[in-house]
């Protein structure tokens, strides 16, 4: 009897010693953290890295430096809230019902029938947090900082909107559109549904200082988050820390320092979030994805001001194409092609894909939803997608799109668009003339194409012309309220 005691005794250690540490030596991979980083209105040339030959924005070039630059990289509209409406559902916006830029107490929308990324991600454990600029919904009314741009649309309020937690998120800091009156002092943030009224500070200053308390007193330590940092510079009314805008002083041109300024504050800002995750040490394990919502506002980048360039009145819209056609709202390049970068270094450990990498494969913010889903584990809806998941450029594999890249925006001669490889073809709303463009060639959209390649030209007309029908049946007809003033197609 003793001896089988001690026998037991002996298997009993065995297992504490030898079992259990075998079992625990199987490293558990966490998952992947998410922060989607969006600035308003920064052109593809708004960046150090991208090739502005004045902006001072380190912090966030480090982010191109340890990960990768994406110089095709596409908003899915070339205004705010419909790219916003893409990245969420993955969706491209006629789709998702956010067809054009929500007005205040206008009836558009992101409806409460689409599936969003923080609701998936949020059943999969994820924490679920927003900070910044919102533009999706009104159930948040601004009440202060009103004008007349805003109020004389004559639609009539909703307060049916889906709040923040209804489309999946936690803890929200959240304006329903730009900052008011400007980005300094701002008087109408919300944080989870309470107005705060004025906060004295910089717009970029305060977004990031909210994220440090909630990753100090909210995060759940262990627990994966998916983030939203929506900044709301440079879109105006611009004010710039004076501090930002010392490096630009020998340019002896106020509206340039104050452009130039503002998106530096930026850049500190995501310098604040990046020391934040590198003090928690999560820095590797989490994935930065950085963009913008469109191209800069204005006629033009460092000529002579027009008053008429701004519907607020300022001076200050200063931002570059990099040298592309057109700007904000337009559906050629310098509408819709804008800053990208990833920054992912667990998840890009091992892979071909260097630090520093520079990718000219073709992406848009919609695919945004696709490629976080796909990086958590979690399955598509059932739903038509205007996205692919990305992944396989960040970890050295063969990608392929399955459907060109589509475009529908609101304003301009040139609404509808597709891009198909290095051609890109775009039409006008009713889809009754179109131009065909090589950008590999012609960057700038400077040559039409349409003649010497006439069936490439009929191919892709006749793609662009499908791919539009489909989506315009399929969205709510929202838009059709409009469609005359737009000059909309019936079908």
């Known amino acids: 009897m003793k001896s089988f005691t001690t026998n037991m005794l002996l298997l009993i250690f065995l297992f504490f010693c030898v079992l259990l540490p075998c079992r625990a030596a199987k490293p558990v991979s966490p998952k992947t953290n998410f922060i989607q980083i969006l600035t308003d209105d920064q052109g593809w040339g708004d960046l150090g890295s991208f090739g502005h030959q004045y902006i001072k924005t380190p912090n966030i070039d480090r982010l191109a430096q340890e990960g990768v630059k994406f110089t095709s990289c596409y908003s899915s509209a070339g205004v705010c809230s419909p790219s916003r409406s893409s990245i969420l559902t993955g969706r491209t916006p006629y789709r998702n019902?956010?067809?054009?830029?929500?007005?205040?107490?206008?009836?558009?929308?992101?409806?409460?029938?689409?599936?969003?990324?923080?609701?998936?991600?949020?059943?999969?454990?994820?924490?679920?947090?927003?900070?910044?600029?919102?533009?999706?919904?009104?159930?948040?009314?601004?009440?202060?900082?009103?004008?007349?741009?805003?109020?004389?649309?004559?639609?009539?309020?909703?307060?049916?909107?889906?709040?923040?937690?209804?489309?999946?998120?936690?803890?929200?800091?959240?304006?329903?559109?730009?900052?008011?009156?400007?980005?300094?002092?701002?008087?109408?943030?919300?944080?989870?549904?309470?107005?705060?009224?004025?906060?004295?500070?910089?717009?970029?200053?305060?977004?990031?200082?909210?994220?440090?308390?909630?990753?100090?007193?909210?995060?759940?330590?262990?627990?994966?988050?998916?983030?939203?940092?929506?900044?709301?510079?440079?879109?105006?009314?611009?004010?710039?820390?004076?501090?930002?805008?010392?490096?630009?002083?020998?340019?002896?041109?106020?509206?340039?320092?104050?452009?130039?300024?503002?998106?530096?504050?930026?850049?500190?800002?995501?310098?604040?979030?990046?020391?934040?995750?590198?003090d928690a040490g999560i820095s590797d394990d989490t994935l930065v994805w950085y963009t913008s919502d469109n191209g800069p506002e204005g006629r033009d980048g460092f000529g002579t001001f027009n008053q008429s360039d701004s519907v607020f009145g300022s001076s200050r819209y200063r931002g570059s194409t990099g040298g592309l056609r057109g700007r904000k709202r337009a559906t050629h390049e310098g509408g819709v092609r804008v800053p990208g970068i990833i920054r992912w270094p667990a998840g890009m450990k091992g892979a071909d894909v260097k630090p520093g990498y520079v990718c000219d494969t073709p992406i848009i913010g919609s695919d945004v939803f696709a490629t976080l889903l796909d990086i958590a584990g979690v399955p598509l809806p059932e739903v038509a997608l205007d996205c692919t998941s990305i992944r396989p450029l960040l970890e050295g594999r063969p990608f392929e799109r399955p459907r060109p890249l589509y475009w529908r925006n609101l304003h301009n001669q040139f609404r509808v668009a597709l891009r198909d490889g290095d051609w890109k073809i775009v039409g006008n709303s009713q889809r009754t003339e179109f131009e065909l463009y090589n950008l590999k060639q012609d960057i700038r959209e400077t040559t039409d194409q349409s003649k010497h390649e006439p069936e490439l030209f009929e191919r892709m007309k006749a793609e662009l012309i499908a791919y539009d029908?489909?989506?315009?049946?399929?969205?709510?007809?929202?838009?059709?309220?409009?469609?005359?003033?737009?000059?909309m197609p019936v079908n």
């Open 97 to 278: 019902g956010v067809y054009r830029w929500v007005p205040q107490s206008h009836f558009c929308h992101l409806p409460a029938s689409e599936i969003t990324l923080p609701q998936l991600l949020r059943k999969e454990g994820y924490q679920t947090a927003h900070f910044g600029k919102w533009h999706l919904s009104h159930y948040y009314e601004e009440r202060i900082g009103k004008s007349e741009h805003f109020e004389n649309f004559g639609y009539g309020g909703n307060s049916d909107q889906p709040s923040m937690n209804e489309y999946g998120y936690d803890y929200w800091l959240a304006t329903g559109n730009v900052a008011r009156p400007c980005h300094k002092d701002p008087l109408n943030f919300f944080l989870n549904g309470k107005a705060l009224g004025k906060i004295e500070g910089y717009s970029a200053q305060i977004v990031a200082k909210h994220f440090l308390v909630w990753m100090k007193e909210h995060r759940k330590i262990g627990e994966p988050f998916f983030i939203t940092v929506w900044f709301h510079e440079p879109h105006g009314p611009i004010e710039s820390d004076p501090k930002f805008m010392k490096p630009y002083a020998k340019l002896k041109d106020p509206s340039l320092q104050q452009y130039l300024g503002n998106v530096t504050q930026i850049d500190d800002a995501v310098g604040t979030i990046m020391q934040a995750l590198k």
């Open 469 to 487: 029908r489909e989506v315009l049946a399929e969205g709510p007809k929202w838009w059709q309220r409009e469609a005359k003033q737009w000059s």
